[in-house]
């Protein structure tokens, strides 16, 4: 799939979480609660620009997000880390999809979009 595909298929299936806006302090704030439940390493977090897309890089356990991320977005880069954490997948497939459910619907129980910055 190529990636272009995945987002398509990402955002039409989480489009609550892809219309979710977070103040830049809110996003660093899931990001941590995120990292800690599911027990992966999240290095860095920078933030800057304002496209809608963002970036990780495997081996330093770091991400990109723009300003005023969508809560889709910021799962997307974490479930990157988490899957080359945990089964060395630095691919846009079916694994990293079931990663990207589980932990929306963990932010979907825990509400964590509604946490003050
Ligand atoms: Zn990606």
New binding site residues.
């Given amino acids: 799939m190529t990636?272009l595909k995945f987002y398509q298929k990402e955002n039409d299936a989480f489009k609550t979480e892809y219309n979710i806006h977070l103040e830049d302090k809110q996003a660093i704030k899931i990001a941590k609660k995120i990292s800690r439940h599911f027990k992966f390493t999240v290095n860095e977090i920078k933030i800057y620009g304002k496209k809608s897309h963002g970036y990780?890089w495997f081996r330093l356990n770091k991400i990109k997000i723009p300003h005023n991320t969508s809560l889709s977005l910021l799962i997307?880069e974490l479930a990157?880390l988490y899957e080359y954490q945990k089964h060395n997948n630095e691919r846009?497939n079916k694994q990293l999809m079931k990663t990207i459910q589980k932990f929306i619907k963990y932010c979907r129980k825990k509400n964590y979009w509604l946490l003050e910055g």
């Fill in positions: 990636y990780a997307h990157h846009h």
